[in-house]
């Protein structure tokens, strides 16, 4: 069983940075693809990036592309989500996963284990 949990999740003005880090315990996951993904009010969860476990290739959507980084920390069972630039439409409750399935990273139904989420706030 492995257990996720997000922080780093606060309120920002739109421009701002935030970093979001998700510690995994029960089990180590460095063999697990590392996605996050987020869900605002009245929507859809939306994926955000991934990051397989070999080799490290990342897997970022177009809305956030150039603006957040995904990267992972294997020995310390760790993955970030740098995120700069933020938009108000940034605004949501971002979810940390882990998945033992390496294609489709974008679908949340791939993925066994969640965290509780962490809320960002971008204000204009």
């Known amino acids: 069983q492995v257990q996720l949990v997000e922080s780093g999740g606060g309120s920002v003005q739109a421009g701002g940075s935030l970093t979001l880090s998700c510690a995994a315990s029960?089990?180590?996951?460095?063999?697990?693809?590392m996605g996050w993904f987020r869900q605002a009010p009245g929507k859809e969860r939306e994926f955000v990036a991934a990051i397989r476990a070999i080799g490290g290739a990342r897997d970022t959507a177009d809305s956030v592309k150039g603006r957040f980084t995904i990267s992972r920390d294997n020995a310390q069972d760790r993955v970030n989500l740098r995120m700069n630039s933020l938009k108000p439409e940034d605004t949501a409750v971002y979810y940390c996963?882990?998945?033992?399935?390496?294609?489709?990273?974008?679908?949340?139904?791939?993925?066994?284990?969640w965290g509780q989420g962490t809320q960002v706030t971008v204000s204009s």
């Open positions: 996963a882990a998945s033992l399935v390496y294609d489709n990273t974008r679908n949340w139904n791939n993925y066994a284990y």
């Open positions: 029960g089990r180590t996951v460095n063999r697990y693809v």
